[in-house]
């Protein structure tokens, strides 16, 4: 069974960073993708930032370009997401997800899939930037 487990969630002030970690059960290389999405309450989830196992290439919402960056480490199985410069409207539910095969949806039009194209989720942690 595959899991998937966040960790690194918490309180932060705005201008703050958080740190947040992915472990996957199995190779990050086996996933066709391994996502972060969000969901702040009252707001569909949606996908922010997401790392492709083919090229290891990258793509982010714009709303967190050029403050958050993902990376894999595909000894320790992880993928991490380093978030800066948090502001309150980052204040969500992250959660990390694991597509097992190419998506369905078509790559051009949305960052880092649907929702629906991921098959593995955790169980979120909470990341809440408030002074």
């Known amino acids: 069974q595959v899991q998937v487990v966040e960790s690194g969630g918490g309180l932060v002030q705005p201008g703050g960073s958080l740190r947040l970690s992915c472990v996957v059960s199995?190779?990050?290389?086996?996933?066709?993708?391994i996502a972060w999405f969000r969901q702040a309450p009252g707001k569909e989830r949606e996908g922010i930032s997401c790392i492709y196992a083919t090229d290891g290439s990258t793509e982010y919402r714009d709303s967190v370009k050029g403050r958050f960056t993902i990376s894999r480490d595909d000894a320790k199985r992880t993928v991490n997401l380093q978030m800066n410069s948090l502001q309150p409207e980052d204040t969500a539910v992250y959660y990390c997800a694991a597509a097992a095969h190419k998506f369905l949806s078509n790559r051009n039009f949305y960052t880092c899939g649907r929702r629906y194209d991921y098959h593995y989720w955790g169980q979120g942690t909470q990341v809440t930037v408030s002074s």
């Open positions: 199995r190779s990050t290389l086996d996933y066709y993708a």
